[in-house]
């Protein structure tokens, strides 16, 4: 569907961080990292000076201000999905930043990169693309080898510890986490980038990118002491390991439950799981969220998984002005992708259609801004559709493992199975 929406200008080249600006991104930053005593370890980043990229893993807002400290005085290019520049799209162009829409194939996006890097500056990337849902790993795109081999500029990463742990995506609210850690690695530079093979650099990279938000807090010992540190949790751990009911999970306090079979855990401060009656089926949160993986991947091997006909309503996002209400209708996530389709408020059709191959992740949101719901994050090059499904019969977490798993399986019916931890 095609409405005469301003659309947003990705082609608009990127800018240096105007000089004004520079102070007010140090002051944004500093305090907080400052607040959770964060520790930034450096590994053969002395002598590395701009141009370079720097990929970071993906857990919550502190990733920015952290990766901010860790490559001051520098100035940088930020890659940022389109939702973070609603409202204020002249300020983020005015600190660097350079939007994307998600999990979509844009050249545009790699002659922006280039201009980046060109003009001196650090390009920071999240490759993860999204929040991880569980502070794990989350997949990372294959392209990203061959993307990076054609910049043709140092890479390094930064990985942060603990940024999951101190405001999970399930429940942002800030438990005062401290210390955080950080990791400044150099991977590759110019010269040994070029003599690299794209599926090297990709295996490199996802062993780089391995980490676990949980076991780094029990290695730890740090306590989570705020009383609602379970609240939304049930988000992500939408299936009972008890009586395998799906999407009756819920979460209070310091307690999730299951009302189907009425089973409770709960969460320690050192962020493990114990049943408060019976055997502990899952201490650790990543474990469970692997076991629902598990579970969606037989029904996707099966050939049976579906979301059901679901009815929604839809927003969309052309531009960074705001959302607009596009319409009511229907959304069905099955073996063949995704299909959103409905009628706008003016009485006119709308169809979105994400097939299998043209999707290895998605974007899901809990709780929205705290207003709106749940929902799933579908892109085009030039529009963006939160949809919101009604009612309580679904997971968007499940739809975002169908999506990846559902994908998994097309690269191996078509005999390319991908390398672990890409899509």
Same mark, same amino acid.
């Given at each position: 569907?095609?409405?005469?929406?301003?659309?947003?200008?990705?082609?608009?080249?990127?800018?240096?961080?105007?000089?004004?600006?520079?102070?007010?991104?140090?002051?944004?930053?500093?305090?907080?990292?400052?607040?959770?005593?964060?520790?930034?370890?450096?590994?053969?980043?002395?002598?590395?000076?701009?141009?370079?990229?720097?990929?970071?893993?993906?857990?919550?807002?502190?990733?920015?201000?952290?990766?901010?400290?860790?490559?001051?005085?520098?100035?940088?290019?930020?890659?940022?999905?389109?939702?973070?520049?609603?409202?204020?799209?002249?300020?983020?162009?005015?600190?660097?930043?350079?939007?994307?829409?998600?999990?979509?194939?844009?050249?545009?996006?790699?002659?922006?990169?280039?201009?980046?890097?060109?003009?001196?500056?650090?390009?920071?990337?999240?490759?993860?693309?999204?929040?991880? $849902?569980?502070?794990? %790993?989350?997949?990372?795109?294959?392209?990203?080898?061959? +993307?990076?081999?054609?910049?043709?500029?140092?890479?390094?990463?930064?990985?942060?510890?603990?940024? *999951?742990?101190?405001?999970?995506?399930?429940?942002?609210?800030?438990?005062?986490?401290?210390?955080?850690?950080?990791?400044? +690695?150099?991977?590759?530079?110019?010269?040994?980038?070029?003599?690299?093979?794209?599926?090297?650099?990709?295996?490199?990279?996802?062993?780089?990118?391995?980490?676990?938000?949980?076991?780094?807090?029990?290695?730890?010992?740090?306590?989570?002491?705020?009383?609602?540190?379970?609240?939304? $949790? *049930?988000?992500?751990?939408?299936?009972?390991?008890? +009586?395998?009911?799906?999407?009756?999970?819920?979460?209070?306090?310091?307690? $999730?439950?299951?009302?189907?079979?009425?089973?409770?855990?709960?969460?320690?401060?050192?962020?493990?799981?114990?049943?408060?009656?019976?055997?502990?089926?899952?201490?650790?949160?990543?474990?469970?969220?692997?076991?629902?993986?598990?579970?969606?991947?037989?029904?996707?091997?099966?050939?049976?998984?579906?979301?059901?006909?679901?009815?929604?309503?839809?927003?969309?996002?052309?531009?960074?002005?705001?959302?607009?209400?596009?319409?009511?209708? %229907?959304?069905? *996530?099955?073996?063949?992708?995704?299909?959103?389709?409905?009628?706008?408020?003016?009485?006119?059709?709308?169809?979105?259609?994400?097939?299998?191959?043209?999707?290895?992740? +998605?974007h899901v949101e809990y709780e929205y801004l705290g207003k709106y719901g749940d929902c799933v994050d579908l892109n085009t090059l030039d529009d963006t559709w939160y949809v919101y499904p009604h009612g309580s019969d679904f997971?968007?977490?499940?739809?975002?493992?169908?999506?990846?798993?559902?994908?998994?399986?097309?690269?191996?019916?078509?005999?390319?199975?991908?390398?672990?931890?890409?899509?």
């Amino acid at each position: 569907m095609k409405k005469d929406f301003k659309r947003f200008d990705m082609s608009k080249p990127p800018v240096t961080t105007r000089w004004y600006l520079r102070p007010l991104t140090y002051l944004l930053s500093a305090p907080d990292v400052k607040k959770h005593g964060a520790i930034i370890t450096r590994r053969g980043t002395g002598d590395l000076k701009p141009p370079y990229v720097l990929l970071c893993n993906h857990n919550a807002f502190m990733d920015f201000k952290v990766a901010t400290m860790a490559i001051w005085p520098a100035t940088a290019n930020y890659i940022i999905a389109i939702d973070g520049f609603i409202g204020r799209e002249k300020l983020l162009r005015n600190v660097g930043g350079i939007c994307k829409r998600k999990f979509t194939s844009d050249i545009m996006l790699l002659k922006q990169m280039k201009r980046s890097l060109a003009a001196g500056n650090v390009l920071i990337v999240y490759p993860e693309a999204r929040y991880s $849902l569980c502070g794990t %790993t989350a997949v990372l795109p294959e392209s990203l080898g061959a +993307c990076l081999r054609m910049l043709g500029y140092p890479v390094a990463t930064l990985i942060c510890h603990g940024h *999951h742990i101190n405001s999970p995506f399930w429940n942002l609210h800030d438990r005062g986490v401290r210390p955080t850690e950080a990791e400044m +690695c150099l991977q590759y530079t110019a010269e040994q980038l070029k003599q690299a093979g794209a599926d090297e650099i990709n295996r490199r990279l996802v062993a780089a990118f391995q980490y676990d938000d949980y076991a780094w807090q029990k290695e730890k010992g740090i306590r989570v002491t705020y009383a609602g540190r379970a609240e939304g $949790l *049930h988000k992500v751990l939408y299936r009972c390991p008890a +009586c395998l009911t799906e999407f009756r999970m819920t979460s209070s306090g310091a307690t $999730l439950s299951c009302s189907a079979c009425g089973k409770s855990w709960t969460l320690s401060e050192l962020g493990e799981l114990s049943a408060d009656s019976g055997r502990t089926e899952f201490s650790r949160i990543p474990d469970w969220y692997d076991w629902e993986r598990a579970g969606v991947r037989a029904e996707v091997r099966a050939g049976i998984y579906s979301s059901g006909e679901l009815k929604v309503h839809v927003d969309s996002l052309p531009n960074a002005d705001r959302f607009i209400r596009l319409g009511e209708g %229907t959304m069905i *996530h099955d073996m063949d992708g995704f299909l959103v389709r409905g009628t706008d408020v003016d009485g006119d059709p709308f169809e979105m259609r994400k097939t299998v191959p043209s999707l290895y992740s +998605c974007h899901v949101e809990y709780e929205y801004l705290g207003k709106y719901g749940d929902c799933v994050d579908l892109n085009t090059l030039d529009d963006t559709w939160y949809v919101y499904p009604h009612g309580s019969d679904f997971s968007v977490t499940k739809m975002a493992l169908a999506t990846e798993e559902l994908y998994f399986a097309f690269r191996e019916a078509e005999g390319k199975p991908c390398p672990p931890g890409l899509a």
